[in-house]
């Protein structure tokens, strides 16, 4: 059985005492493919360094919604030269954190973090990479962004740049821990989006992941860590790390009646088509 863990953050100074242990316990766990993001222009170059190291790890440079504020001038430009690394095989993590900065009471913080997400879309689009994005309390302003920029099926949505039939709409990205509707899950797979799901799912106060996992087809999820954050049951409270994605496949099995071979499988077969791996 292999698992592939879509977004965790191994270049996490939380890793800093231990990391290719950590790898190494993932490989022995069966966790053979791990995506490690970046979130901003250091931790874009750290990604690269680490998958250079271990051909188990790919990198996603780019700037998150939380790192705008420092961003540099030319930052945009670096990351564009770092992503035609050939382990590089995303643009993330980037997109809206409204939890953090509600609009409302932050309107120059809002407006630079949407700047960001539509270059950095921009950038994905011109590199032919997918994208990984990070959406907290943000539902409409991501869904409204991704409409805007890349067309539906049969829709004329915004300003996209060319119309293609659904069954061709190329894999574009992933919605990473994914809180939304099924409404805006179905949506986001029209426009060429998996969505993904890790530690929250085994929380036993969540009730709303595991509905969305009843209800969406296991060909559009992937399954994550975003480790060292977000623990899964029973090791809440503690260090995440790329070998507890199996607990979330675990409970992806249990949810869908499913044996774990079969959400491995599909779930990493997701993960490699999105990343053409
Ligand atoms: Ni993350």
Redo the contacts with the bound molecule.
Sequence with gaps: MMFFDS?C?LTAEQFDADRDAVIQRALDAGVTRMLT?ATDVASSRAVIELAERHACVYAAVGIHPESVRAAEPGDLGLIRELAQHPKVVAIG?IGLDYYWNPPDSDKATADLQQKFFEQQLELAAELDLPVAI?DRDAHNAVIGTLQRTFRTAGDDVGNARRSVPLRDVPPRGVL?AFSGSVEMAQTAFDLGFFVSFGGPLTFKNNKHAPDLIRALPLEKILIET?SPYLTPHPFRGKRNEPAHVILVAQRIAALRELSIEQVAAQTTRNALDLFRL
């Design positions: 977004h953050h993001l993590e990070h990473h975003d």
